[in-house]
C-alpha cells in the first residue's frame, strides 16, 4: 500500500468515494432520507463524543434506540438532550458496565426480555490510553472494556438478532468501531490473558491497538459464522476517522494536547458529525445490505492491517476469546446464573 494510501487511511481522504460520500461528510447527510422507523438499536458509548451524534442521529431517522451506559444519570442527560430538540424521538437508557462481565450479562438478559426486536447493534464504546488497572474481572481495562465486554454483548444479544431478522425480513446490522490504531505491530502474547495482565510491560497505546485490532478481528470471524448459518445477520468494523473527543482523557495534556494536534492537523481532524457518519453509514444506508466482513473508512469500504485480514489470526484470537470468558465465568461463580 502506498503511502498516499496510508496517509487516507489513517487520516481519511478528503474527496468523494465510491459510496458517494466522503471524509467531510456528515452523520445526518449520509443518512438522509432514510426511514428507520422500525429498527430499534443500541448503541454502547453514547453519553460522549461520536456516539452521541449517531444515537441522535438514529433517532432522527425514526429508530427505537437503547442507550447503554454506567452511570444512568448520564444517560438521562443524552435523553433529555436529544428529546429537547427532537421530541419524537424513541430513547431508552438502561444500565451497562462494558467492564463488567456481569453487568453486560444483567443488561443483556433485561434487554432481552424487555424487547421484542433487535436490529442494530454498534460497538462504540472505548477507552484510550488510560493508566494500567484491571477490571473487576481481572482484565487490563482496555482489552476488557473496548473489546471483551463488546465480544460478550454480541454473542448474548446474537440470538435476538437472529431472531428478529427471521420474523420482520429485516437485515440485522452490527457494527464494531474500531480505528487506525489497530495497525501497530501485533504480537502473539496477545493470546495470553497472563501477558496481557502484566503491569511491568503495560503499553497504554499497545494496548489499545491490541483492544481495537480484536474488534476487526471479531466483526470477521463473526461475520464467517453468520454466514456459514445462513444468517440475515452482517458484521463489519471502521475508521471512524481522527476526532476531537474526551477519548484522549488519560493522555498528558502537557506533552500532547488536542489543541496542538488541532493547530497542525486542522485540515484533517473530523468534528464529531463527521465522525459518527461511516457508523451510521453502515448502520443504516441501504448500499451497504447484504455486505459482510468488511472494514469501512469514510463510508468505503478499505484495508486493515495485513494482521487485521489474517483468518488464522482471526480465528485463533476467536478461541482465545471464548475460552477466556469460560475461564472468568468459572472464576467469578454469580456471572452467568
Not at 12 to 25: A, L, N
Not at 210 to 236: D, F, M
Amino acid at each position: 500500500m502506498g503511502s498516499g494510501k496510508w496517509t487516507s487511511l489513517f487520516w481519511g481522504g478528503r474527496g468523494v468515494g465510491p459510496s458517494g460520500f466522503g471524509s467531510s461528510s456528515t452523520a445526518d447527510q449520509v443518512t438522509e432520507g432514510i426511514d428507520a422507523g422500525n429498527l430499534t438499536a443500541i448503541v454502547t458509548g453514547a453519553t460522549s463524543g461520536i456516539g452521541i451524534e449517531t444515537a441522535r442521529v438514529l433517532a432522527l431517522r425514526g429508530a427505537n434506540v437503547i442507550i447503554p451506559c454506567r452511570r444512568l444519570d448520564s444517560g438521562l442527560k443524552l435523553q433529555e438532550r436529544i428529546l429537547e430538540e427532537n421530541p419524537n424521538a424513541r430513547i431508552e437508557v438502561m444500565e451497562m458496565d462494558l467492564s463488567s462481565l456481569d453487568s453486560v450479562e444483567s443488561f443483556a438478559r433485561c434487554f432481552c426480555s424487555s424487547h421484542e426486536h433487535l436490529n442494530i447493534l454498534i460497538n462504540n464504546a472505548g477507552i484510550f490510553a488510560c493508566p494500567f488497572q484491571l477490571s473487576v474481572d481481572g482484565v487490563e481495562l482496555q482489552f476488557a472494556t473496548n473489546y471483551l465486554g463488546h465480544f460478550l454483548l454480541t454473542d448474548l444479544l446474537l440470538d435476538k438478532m437472529k431472531t428478529t431478522a427471521k420474523k420482520t425480513g429485516r437485515q440485522g446490522r452490527i457494527v464494531n468501531v474500531s480505528t487506525f490504531g489497530h495497525t501497530r505491530n501485533f504480537d502473539e502474547s496477545w493470546f495470553d490473558l497472563n501477558k496481557i495482565n502484566d503491569r511491568s510491560k503495560y503499553d497504554r497505546f499497545g494496548a489499545y491497538s491490541h483492544s481495537k485490532l480484536g474488534n476487526i478481528w471479531h466483526a470477521s470471524e463473526l461475520s464467517r459464522c453468520l454466514q456459514e448459518e445462513g444468517c440475515n445477520v452482517t458484521a463489519n468494523s471502521l475508521h471512524p476517522g481522527v476526532i476531537a473527543t474526551n477519548l484522549t482523557r488519560f493522555m498528558n495534556l502537557k506533552q500532547f494536547t488536542l489543541e496542538s494536534i488541532a493547530f497542525v492537523f486542522k485540515l484533517f481532524i473530523k468534528t464529531i458529525p463527521q465522525g459518527a457518519a461511516t457508523s451510521c453509514y453502515v448502520a443504516l444506508h441501504p448500499a451497504v445490505r447484504d455486505v459482510t466482513g468488511k472494514y469501512f473508512v469514510d463510508c468505503d469500504e478499505a484495508l486493515p492491517s495485513l494482521a487485521a485480514r489474517d483468518k488464522e489470526l482471526s480465528r485463533k484470537f476467536w478461541n482465545f476469546t471464548k475460552e477466556l470468558l469460560v475461564k472468568l465465568r468459572k472464576a467469578n461463580a454469580h456471572f452467568g446464573e
